[in-house]
């Protein structure tokens, strides 16, 4: 929508207090462009803790533009003390409606969900809570919203808080999900299991701190189909390479745009009617490891152990068609397992050395990551191993100098689309010397040295990069923010550049000489009006520059 009309935007608030009991309030926003656009949201909350405890929020937003939208969303939780207990009654109620040309289109929805519960009252050292909840769920039919499925789960949840150095938090939950109207849903009736465990360990005076949550379930999996839909440049997250020329956007010529002018597909999941049983394990876990804490620092091997500090960040979900306990609670086994439906892994750690020192650290980061995904024609596996070592040096108050030496292992296996397979090993070098005399300016100048190859099975391709840059930032409360870069870059590439492996190898660009700049601008016009103004190109060898724009004015209620 271009909008070519003044804008109004205008609010009401209204807030009745009572320093003891409670507040009342109510609130009416609404944004007006002459005959394009009208909205209108209205906010209530309601708070109780009086013999009783209310606490209400609800808000209503109506508007008529390109759509003509209505929604109404509200969650209470009340509950009443009673001697050591308290019961207690929460509920979400959303109901989102969309017309075009006064019709409800498919995408409308309503749902319910109310709980009601029993625990023992705050003030007890551990908790224990037993609940009945149930949910609704409403669907598009003609006209009107017509209700499709019902879900009842009875559980219970303990809590041991009592303790500063253990934590732990533990739900089970029984779902029994009933089907209203099988015409508005292809969803299977069906029961599930989910438990969940989430616990805090502190040992060593706070030097370690562990937090883990762990999730065990089981239920229907909807098997995914994606499609690529173009929207205005800029917006979408995908681009589109014809790669065999012939004019067709097939599913393997879809790549993650490197510049916003090239991003103009968005990835859609469609809906389909095929359903597998699956079981579903996920498992987070970070660890803290404080070497200040643990040793004292008075020996010199001591005084250096305590400069190192260590984080590690694990998170891992699965999917499997088969309760085989081994696989599915294993965050290391094979993703090749026929069982496994998907996956994801993530594993950070980060070993510092110096980390609060304000002239010189040293960081150790290890990642890796994996992601597998089971679709209707086949299963796509991504994974993305790296190893970093970085160095942070101020050479005086004014000079700082970074620098990263790394090492990257990326592979994408598809059993469906095998021409976009590879496994890319890269080793980079990046430094940058920056200028910042105070908090308002700063100038930097950085390169980049980048090896990379695909292995010989997939076709052995070589990319050897070189990028020479320069960046500037200048900010001023009262004049906004300022932000300039500027790169050289020269590539040298073996390979077919009009490929899936060409357009990961070459970062979006072409071999040979390139040219990329960037500037953007941002202010704030008011207390809720921000301006946003930015401007990109890229030239390569033989091709025309490319040059894009966009401004955004952002107004916050």
Avoid: C
Avoid at 9 to 23: D, R, V
Avoid at 291 to 307: A, D, P, Q, S, Y
Avoid at 347 to 352: G, T, V
């Amino acid at each position: 929508m271009i909008v070519n009309e003044d804008q109004v935007l205008s609010s009401a608030k209204i807030n009745l207090k009572h320093i003891e009991n409670g507040q009342f309030q109510y609130g009416l926003n609404s944004y007006l462009i002459k005959n394009d656009f009208n909205g209108y949201k209205n906010d209530l909350k309601i708070k109780w803790n009086k013999k009783v405890y209310l606490d209400f929020n609800g808000s209503l937003l109506n508007s008529n533009g390109i759509f003509k939208t209505t929604f109404l969303r509200h969650n209470t939780n009340f509950y009443i003390p009673i001697n050591k207990f308290k019961l207690g009654f929460i509920d979400i109620n959303e109901n989102n409606r969309f017309y075009t040309n006064d019709s409800l289109s498919n995408n409308s929805y309503r749902f319910y969900d109310w709980k009601f519960y029993i625990e023992n009252l705050d003030s007890n050292k551990n908790k224990v809570q037993f609940f009945y909840q149930e949910r609704y769920d409403w669907f598009k039919y003609q006209t009107i919203l017509k209700r499709a499925t019902k879900a009842i789960s009875p559980g219970f949840k303990i809590g041991i808080v009592n303790n500063r150095n253990f934590q732990l938090n533990y739900s089970l939950a029984y779902r029994m999900l009933q089907i209203l109207d099988t015409s508005l849903t292809n969803i299977l009736p069906e029961n599930s299991l989910a438990s969940r465990l989430n616990y805090h360990i502190k040992l060593l005076k706070g030097g370690i701190n562990s937090n883990s949550f762990l999730e065990l379930g089981s239920g229907l999996e909807l098997q995914k189909e994606f499609i690529y839909i173009e929207v205005p440049a800029g917006q979408g997250n995908y681009t589109w390479n014809d790669y065999n020329e012939n004019n067709i956007k097939e599913l393997n010529e879809f790549e993650i745009a490197t510049f916003s002018d090239q991003a103009s597909y968005i990835r859609v999941f469609t809906p389909n009617n095929s359903y597998i049983k699956i079981y579903n394990f996920q498992y987070n876990q970070n660890l803290n490891i404080d070497f200040r804490k643990i040793v004292e620092g008075k020996t010199v091997i001591e005084k250096i152990l305590n400069k190192f500090y260590n984080q590690t960040a694990l998170n891992t979900q699965k999917k499997t068609n088969d309760l085989e306990i081994r696989t599915l609670v294993n965050p290391l086994v094979n993703s090749d397992n026929p069982i496994i439906q998907q996956m994801s892994n993530s594993l950070r750690n980060s070993l510092f050395f110096n980390r609060s020192n304000s002239k010189y650290s040293l960081e150790l980061v290890t990642q890796l990551f994996a992601n597998k995904n089971l679709l209707i024609n086949g299963t796509d596996f991504r994974s993305n191993n790296k190893d970093q070592l970085k160095l942070r040096w101020n050479l005086n108050r004014s000079f700082m100098l970074n620098s990263q030496i790394s090492k990257e292992l990326k592979s994408n296996a598809s059993t469906y689309m095998q021409n976009r397979n590879f496994n890319i090993e890269n080793k980079e070098i990046f430094n940058r010397l920056s200028f910042q005399p105070n908090t308002m300016f700063r100038i930097a100048i950085n390169t980049r040295y980048s090896e990379k190859s695909n292995s010989i099975e997939y076709g052995n391709e070589k990319a050897f990069l070189k990028d020479l840059g320069i960046e500037l930032r200048r900010s001023k409360r009262d004049k906004g923010l300022f932000n300039a870069e500027l790169h050289f870059v020269n590539i040298n590439y073996k390979g077919e550049s009009n490929s899936t492996i060409g357009f990961e190898m070459l970062e979006g660009l072409q071999a040979g000489s390139n040219v990329t700049w960037k500037i953007s601008f941002q202010k704030k016009m008011s207390n809720n009006i921000q301006l946003s103004v930015s401007y990109n190109g890229r030239k390569s060898e033989n091709n025309k520059a490319i040059h894009t724009g966009s401004m955004q004015m952002r107004a916050f209620f």
